[in-house]
């Protein structure tokens, strides 16, 4: 190791973990239970859009510089294993109401409106995925006598080809 230990203005003891000797990260299994900051996002331009896994809200409180107490809700999404938040104002609350964690979400921001203050009211589109569609296959279409003859008999026609037997995608 190169780096030394260095004493801080406190009397504390810090040492670089990139110098620092470490157990091998082999054989274990990893919980996350905690994580970094979120990479905040802002809608700058109408017609901006994101897509991510919503994973919960946080009412966050803070004291502002004229000792004002002060709350907001942040909005926090995955995308893959990456946190990002939102700061929510009333059109995404509005827009959040009943939407449940583990939810897949588009947000995209559709215009900004006068209310009558500094700053425009901006409003978003919020959409949730649906589940997954399967895939929908029809029979390839054959004639319609014969396709009845078969199902009242069931004796399938055993000169038809095959391609009139495959089933194809819409």
């Known amino acids: 190791m190169d780096a030394e230990p260095r004493v801080n203005e406190d009397n504390s003891i810090s040492l670089s973990v990139s110098s620092a000797l ?43 510089n004229k000792g004002q107490e002060q709350e907001f809700q942040q909005l926090n999404f995955l995308v893959n294993d990456e946190p990002f938040a939102i700061n929510a104002g009333f059109d995404l609350k509005r827009g959040f109401k009943g939407i449940a964690d583990g939810t897949m979400v588009r947000i995209q921001l559709r215009k900004l409106v006068d209310v009558g203050q500094r700053d425009m009211l901006k409003s978003y589109r919020v959409d949730v995925a649906k589940p997954a569609a399967q895939p929908v296959t029809r029979r390839a279409p054959r004639d319609t006598a014969q396709a009845m003859a078969e199902r009242v008999t069931g004796v399938r026609d055993t000169a038809r080809t095959q391609d009139d037997q495959s089933e194809i995608p819409f």
């Not at 990479?39 to 409180?61: A, K, S, W």
Request: net charge negative; no cysteine; charged share 25%.
């Open 22 to 64: 470490s157990i091998p990260d082999e054989g274990f299994q990893w919980d996350t239970v905690h994580v970094e900051a979120p990479t905040q996002l802002t809608f700058d331009n109408v017609g901006d859009v994101f897509i991510g896994l919503f994973v919960g809200r946080e009412d966050i409180q803070f004291t502002d």
